[in-house]
DNA sequence: CAGTAATTATCCCGTTCGGGATTAATTCCG
DNA sequence: CGGAATTAATCCCGAACGGGATAATTACTG
């Protein structure tokens, strides 16, 4: 997941494949549903730091506002066998 | 969710079938794996209080907190279309 | 290219997570 | 059934989340 938006932060990638899926999904659906981080902030009762942050992988974000993301963007989380 | 262990406290069970269901499903794997709490704690590197509270649906749970523990028990999170 | 929009980093601060211990309640099983 | 095992509730407290604001950086577009 390229950080391009970095200014000096230090992004640790190694952390999960799964928070980079999730980050990514996110975010791409973000942008089918063509809303802004503060939009889907806005619709779903959280704010931009929580978006942004959960865009960029952030390990330790809260489940249930997650939860409160992907369903103004229409997904769920399931869990699976590993592979 | 039955909630077999409750002594007094007030359980909202309204919450998300979302979370319900990774509730149940870490529970479930748990004992097909004939863990107990404690030893899924240790092996996953959290605490007794983290695993009782997941299995109990608490909607705050931290995300990476989780996946460590979906790991220990051969899970996995996957983001999906809602249906 | 320049200006605007979007995203990220950082700050302050109130709230809450969760480790570990202890106690209470429930479940298990011989 | 009774005792041991297991789970849940509660406590203290340090760590950290995240709202909202601000500033810096990057992306977009005419």
């Known amino acids: ?9 230090i992004k640790d990638e ?6 980079g899926a999730i980050a990514s999904a996110v ?3 973000r942008r089918r549903h063509h809303l802004t981080q503060a939009q889907l902030a806005g619709l779903s009762g959280t704010g931009l730091r929580f978006i942004s942050e959960l865009e960029r992988g952030k390990p330790s974000i809260s489940l249930h506002k997650m ?15 590993a592979s």
Chains 1, 2 share one sequence.
Do not use: H, P
Request: aromatic fraction near 6%; charge should be positive.
């Open 27 to 29: 975010r791409a659906a």
């Open 14 to 19: 190694s952390y999960s494949e799964e928070l």
């Open 1 to 9: 997941m390229a950080n391009k938006f970095s200014r000096s932060g």
């Open 67 to 81: 939860i409160s993301v992907l369903a103004v963007l229409g997904l769920q989380l399931r869990v699976v066998e």
